[in-house]
């Protein structure tokens, strides 16, 4: 699967929107863009994944530029418990690693 | 339960010893991914089942890593002759399915301290 950048950290502060910024400039037209993130002493949750349109859900958005080469997972509202290390990951179809394939990711720290 | 159920949540053994990892993922989940989290680091792959078949194992370290699942839902992760550097926290994932366009659900993971 193809290589994602992500900042080593980043800081907000509680109740602000939160914008994660996630390169992928080697992406292929057949991956899809997955976000997780990690709480402490927790397992890694499913937060929101795409493929080129943007996404809603209830915990997020998804932002993805219009070349795919990058995307951006907003938070609209940071607490204290979205505090964890945030991973974006790419899986293709039809083939690629059968696991997600993590890499450092970015480690929020929200401030109250 | 609803979520994928790991035990125990932590394990000391001793080196040399041999151990075993339990997973029970959501049941009707296809999917099921074993995954090593060494401190500091983001997880990393060891193996895939598609129910009971294992398909993929590139990630398992050496020979004395061995999954197995032979009923297609509850996996085991054994480890023998344990060594200090398989301190870590593993993993287990479940889903539905294997594609690409799917979630994983992942258990609270068992924290192994070989010492």
């Known amino acids: 699967d193809a290589k994602t950048t992500q900042p080593n950290s980043m800081e907000s502060n509680e109740e602000e929107p939160v914008h994660l910024p996630c390169n992928h400039s080697?992406?292929?037209?057949?991956?899809?863009i997955h976000w997780y993130r990690q709480l402490p002493s927790q397992g890694p949750e499913y937060v929101i994944h795409?493929?080129?349109s943007n996404v809603n859900n209830r915990m997020a958005s998804l932002a993805i530029a219009e070349d795919r080469k990058s995307s951006t997972l907003i938070l609209h509202r940071a607490t204290l418990r979205d505090a964890a290390v945030y991973y974006c990951i790419l899986r293709r179809s039809g083939g690629g690693a059968d696991g997600l394939t993590f890499g450092k990711g970015t480690h929020l720290i929200i401030q109250p | 339960g609803a979520g994928v159920s790991q035990s125990p949540r932590y394990k000391v053994a001793k080196r040399g010893q041999d151990v075993a990892l339990r997973c029970d993922p959501i049941?009707?989940?296809?999917?099921l991914f074993w995954y090593q989290q060494a401190l500091g680091q983001g997880p990393e792959f060891l193996t895939y089942f598609q129910n009971e078949a294992q398909l993929d194992k590139s990630g398992l370290p050496s020979d004395r890593f061995f999954a197995e699942r032979p009923e297609g839902s509850v996996s085991t992760l054994k480890i023998q002759r344990t060594q200090q550097e398989d301190s870590a926290v593993y993993l287990c994932?479940?889903?539905?399915?294997?594609?690409?366009?799917?979630?994983?659900?992942f258990g609270q993971g068992t924290r192994l301290t070989v010492v």
């Open positions: 049941s009707g989940h296809v999917s």
């Open positions: 795409g493929l080129t």
């Open positions: 994932a479940s889903s539905l399915v294997r594609t690409e366009n799917t979630e994983a659900f």
């Open positions: 080697t992406i292929s037209g057949t991956d899809y």
